[in-house]
């Protein structure tokens, strides 16, 4: 049973390798929204178990897709490193940011994440280094455009976010977060710092997410705020993850993408409803699978079993 | 100062936070009569369209995501009304009340009834489903053209000392002022009121003395959407109407209901009233005008960060 | 119970792939792919032009013998779908040329894409100047809109020739803009023609009600202190309406009030606040009087959706379809160089009024557009002002006060019982 899992995820991975060369280019388009809401979704899902409800995946992604840009642009910087440049920037702004309002809870948390994405993109609307309200452009996209590359780039970031989750849920951290969303007081009174380790997912979470934005506006080689800082960003994503089941890794990952693949489908279908026949699949969902598709998974290997 | 306004009213002593408005309101009205005017029409639309909310949320912890979209499809209701009967916006508040009280039945059953005692979260996924179907729905009948009513009585004014200033949208002044007002009457004196205030606290606990949680649920619920969207043909005399317009409202009553504090109707007002205030004071000055945004999100942390460290004080 | 569930899904999931990766089947028609923003008024008057004008060349046998097929992408006015629908229209549909664009921002995500694949794009839309120089040395784009730059300064001698004719004071220019892309970058782009021409330009910008705005009276104000007699907003169909309200409500009135959005709200043409106001576009309907290309256009739309187009990309998106038909039947072939060459030798008479020749731009090879046109509301309806070749009407000078105003001449009534 036990290596059944591993065998799957070996499957999976396989099937995500061979995909460039049986997939078209429009796919393999397709396969970069996947990816960068997996990323998303699953960075949000982390912190989500540690009881914190941010809103604030637009503003993390947002910070480092500007940032990777302005470095491409202005010092013409290797795209990974501008990548990696846009992720750590992310992260020190959310140390700066969680070491501060990390001590808020529930709805409040929620807001201030919120408001703290906008005030990000107000300043780069206004600021004429960051090309104010028309965003900046650069000459060329990352790997050139190739999009098998591309490709590649954006499922390493998924992966490595699969495997950070996985990880995370096997560290000490994690047993004390959990416990953190559990019983706060009881975490306290039993020396768990909470407060540290909160910050530690948070800053991760957000250098994660920076990251994907910071590739994913590097593939179409522009930023522009609204489109950085789209709250479609900070909304989709967690519907995603809670399409998929939220508290596991699989959940999010499963959620984004059939929804991102859904999304598109449902485009072509219905060039101008698709957006409703969405929000009719996500009101039924969460109706019928209320604990999300993993949810629905466990309950069938729960009667399985038995 | 901002902070210590909210923080005196949090404790009650409304005489200090008084004497600091009326000062606030005395600088404002001499260095810029304007600000005053249009600083509390602005607050007072803020405050109408995030009551709904504070009830909802605040007093029984329901997410409604789609807030902003029932007010826009009780905007569209009095738009046809208009158009097919000539019936005035200001008029159909009432026939928006009774209709969409309705509506909120129909939603609450098909919907919000199942996901009650699920995980709270599962109310935003819910929300933002129903926010999509409301608006692309409303785009399948009415289309995305933008639409307005041409009101003469909209821009009506009136001149005090050379300062020339908008009388209309003091509609909303008062408004707010009603809804307030029997906000307090239905929670504080009404029986349904208290027993919603104790549904909210602790729902098994009120189950236990026998308060019929479902219904205090159900009620809420419709009430809510009743005002929002009875709010909808009041905010279309003023505004443009197209099928998207209600998401950006949705995001700043959630901001309002959080900064006047979970479960405080007045609270609201009183945030309302700041950002309101804050941002059309901004907004006045030619300078500094684009970054009254800034202002607005600085002071919705500020105010939040204060009170939870004045929480941890204590 | 819950196999069922599963299987279900798994059954949809697998639906959605097969859907997603069989796309092309045997290609006989000639292929258009179009990328427009579908759910905003300018995309619905493109998208719906574009197929009167393929149904139109359908009708008379096609091209080069083959059915014409139009294939609509929505970009959603986003960079990142504007790139996925172009990935799809290039190796899914297989289309042999891309039309269409209006915003900036999806034109942008798009252009990577577009150099990759190096096929035909007859674009209409992307304005911002940064856009050419992304494109320049690129032969295979041609671009069928005025850069910002350029319209700025059309724009300019249009006034400079209103001042010499009906004397229209504009000394003091107040520019009011909304804070995104849009209106940002006309600002920008206006300034140092308004201030070379020795203007003295205020500017703020605001927050238009199509992104949660909608409260003016500030912008107003100011622009009523700095002693405004040109005022000039640029926005959404959205701001409209309300800006005219709450000048109104504050008693502004400047000689010139001057607004420009891409497309005006259908009630517009109903209330009496709209006498005089004056605004640019690149076409209204009022020119089927002197045009009959621009006539035919609307008569056919008409016929076609019992609507009219409210903003110039309706007879933009028409003229895109038109100009890559005729180039195609010219080069007798779909080939990239032919069609290029083609393209190149393009003279269009437009239902724009203006008859569209290739030529070089400041920074790159291929560029066509209508002359943009000043405008104003008069009666109820649109009429051009300037230039003077296409002018459908006499500039009403200046902008009467809100409380000198005959509102029996405005016929807002009868407008409302014609909707019906």
Not at chain 1, 50 to 78: E, P
Not at chain 1, 281 to 292: E, R, T
Not at chain 2, 118 to 132: A, H, R, T, V, Y
Not at chain 2, 289 to 313: C, D, N, P, T
């Amino acid at each position: 049973m036990k290596y059944s899992k591993y065998l799957a995820v070996l499957v999976l991975f396989i099937v995500a390798a061979a995909l460039p060369n049986y997939l078209g280019l429009y796919q393999l388009q397709i396969m970069n929204f996947v990816f960068v809401y997996i990323a998303f979704a699953l960075s949000w899902d982390m912190l989500l178990r540690s009881g914190q409800l941010s809103f604030g995946i637009a503003g993390f992604a947002g910070i480092g897709g500007y940032t990777s840009v302005l470095c491409g642009y202005n010092f013409a910087l290797s795209p990974i490193l501008c990548i990696l440049i846009g992720s750590a920037v992310a992260g020190i702004v959310a140390l700066f940011v969680g070491s501060q309002v990390l001590k808020l809870r529930g709805l409040y948390f929620s807001i201030v994440t919120l408001a703290i994405g906008e005030i990000f993109r107000v300043i780069v609307r206004n600021l004429e280094v960051t090309g104010a309200a028309e965003g900046i452009l650069l000459p060329n996209a990352i790997f050139m455009g190739n999009a098998t590359k591309t490709y590649w780039l954006m499922f390493a970031i998924a992966t490595f976010t699969i495997i950070i989750s996985i990880l995370f849920q096997k560290t000490r951290i994690y047993y004390a977060l959990t416990s953190i969303s559990n019983d706060e007081i009881v975490a306290a009174s039993s020396g768990v710092n909470i407060f540290k380790y909160l910050v530690i997912i948070f800053v991760v979470t957000s250098a994660i997410q920076g990251m994907a934005g910071a590739a994913y506006w590097q593939i179409y080689a522009s930023v522009t705020p609204e489109g950085a800082f789209n709250l479609g960003f900070a909304l989709l994503p967690i519907t995603m993850a809670l399409f998929g089941g939220v508290g596991t890794t699989w959940g999010p990952v499963i959620g984004s993408a059939i929804l991102s693949v859904t999304a598109e489908y449902l485009k072509l279908q219905f060039p101008h409803g698709h957006l409703l026949v969405y929000g009719f699949i996500m009101v039924a969902a969460i109706l019928w699978f209320p604990s999300g598709i993993m949810g629905v998974f466990k309950q069938f290997t729960a009667k399985f079993n038995t | 100062m901002i902070n210590s306004i909210v923080n005196q009213f949090k404790q009650r002593n409304f005489l200090f936070g008084f004497i600091l408005i009326l000062a606030a309101i005395i600088l404002i009205g001499i260095y810029k009569p304007a600000v005053l005017v249009e600083g509390l029409q602005r607050s007072a639309l803020y405050a109408l369209i995030a009551l709904p909310m504070a009830l909802l949320l605040g007093i029984v912890d329901i997410i409604n995501l789609a807030h902003g979209e029932f007010m826009m499809v009780g905007a569209y209701f009095a738009y046809f009304m208009s158009a097919q009967f000539g019936m005035d916006p200001i008029v159909s508040v009432l026939p928006a009340l009774l209709i969409f009280f309705i509506f909120g039945l129909i939603v609450y059953y098909l919907t919000f009834k199942h996901i009650i005692g699920k995980p709270p979260l599962n109310q935003l996924l819910l929300g933002f489903g129903i926010s999509l179907i409301l608006s692309e729905g409303m785009t399948a009948i009415a289309t995305n053209a933008p639409r307005k009513l041409s009101l003469d009585y909209v821009s009506s004014s009136a001149s005090i000392g050379g300062v020339t200033f908008g009388t209309f949208e003091f509609v909303y002044v008062a408004g707010a002022l009603i809804v307030l007002l029997g906000m307090q009457l239905l929670l504080k004196k009404t029986a349904t009121g208290q027993a919603a205030v104790a549904v909210g606290q602790n729902p098994r606990g009120a189950r236990v003395v026998g308060i019929n949680v479902n219904n205090i649920y159900l009620l809420i619920f419709c009430v809510s959407i009743a005002l929002i969207s009875a709010i909808g043909p009041l905010f279309m005399t003023r505004y443009t109407l197209f099928p998207q317009m209600g998401s950006s409202f949705t995001l700043k009553s959630f901001s309002l209901v959080a900064v006047g504090g979970m479960g405080s109707i007045t609270g609201v007002v009183y945030a309302a009233l700041i950002l309101g205030m804050g941002e059309t004071l901004v907004l006045s000055s030619l300078k500094y005008g684009k970054w009254a945004e800034i202002i607005y999100f600085a002071l919705i942390i500020g105010v939040i960060m204060y009170r939870s460290h004045q929480r941890q004080v204590k | 119970m819950n196999v069922r569930k599963i299987v279900r899904v798994m059954v949809a999931v697998s639906l959605i792939w097969g859907a997603l990766t069989t796309g092309a089947l045997a290609a006989e028609p000639i292929k258009m792919g179009a990328i427009l923003p579908l759910a905003d008024s300018t995309g619905k008057d493109g998208s719906r032009s574009m197929e009167l004008a393929v149904k139109q060349i359908n009708e008379k046998g096609g091209l080069l013998g083959r059915q014409v097929k139009l294939i609509m992408m929505d970009d959603e006015m986003k960079g990142d779908k504007a790139a996925a629908a172009l990935d799809k229209l290039v190796t899914v549909d297989n289309v042999d040329i891309i039309v269409g664009g209006v915003g900036s921002g999806a034109t942008m995500g798009a252009i990577p894409g577009m150099k990759k694949y190096g096929k035909v794009v007859v674009w209409i839309g992307g304005a911002s100047g940064k856009i050419e120089e992304a494109m320049a040395g690129q032969d295979w784009f041609f671009h069928l809109h005025a850069w910002d730059y350029q319209q700025g300064a059309l724009w300019e001698t249009g006034y400079l020739e209103m001042e010499q004719k009906y004397g229209i004071k504009r000394k003091k220019t107040f520019m009011a803009y909304e804070e995104g892309a849009f209106g940002s970058g006309s600002f920008k782009a206006g300034k140092p023609i308004y201030e070379a021409a020795g203007n003295e330009l205020q500017g703020e910008a605001f927050k238009s009600a199509a992104l949660g705005g909608g409260d003016y009276r500030s912008v107003l104000r100011h622009a009523k202190e700095f002693g405004a007699e040109s005022f000039i907003w640029t926005g959404y169909d959205k701001d409209a309406l309300p800006i005219m309200e709450q000048a109104k409500e504050i008693g502004f009135a400047p000689g010139l009030f001057v607004g420009s959005p891409p497309g005006w709200p259908v009630d517009f043409k109903n209330t009496p606040l709209n006498q005089a106001v004056m605004f640019y576009s690149y076409w209204s309907e009022a020119q089927g009087v002197k045009n009959k290309n621009s006539k035919m256009y609307s008569d056919a739309f008409r016929k076609e959706f019992k609507d009219d187009p409210v903003t110039y990309f309706g007879p933009l998106a028409y003229t895109n379809i038109m100009i890559v038909a005729e180039a195609i039947k010219r080069a007798g072939t779909l080939d990239n160089a032919a069609l290029i060459k083609a393209l190149e030798a393009t003279s269009y008479a437009s239902p724009m009024g203006d008859t569209f020749v290739f030529k070089k731009s400041k920074i790159i090879d291929h560029q066509a557009f209508a002359s943009p046109k000043i405008m104003q509301w008069q009666n109820g309806k649109a009429q051009v002002v300037w230039p003077w070749e296409v002018a459908t009407a006499k500039l009403i000078y200046p902008f009467p006060a809100w409380d000198k105003r005959d509102k029996a001449a405005v016929p807002a009534k009868k407008a409302k019982g014609e909707k019906k």
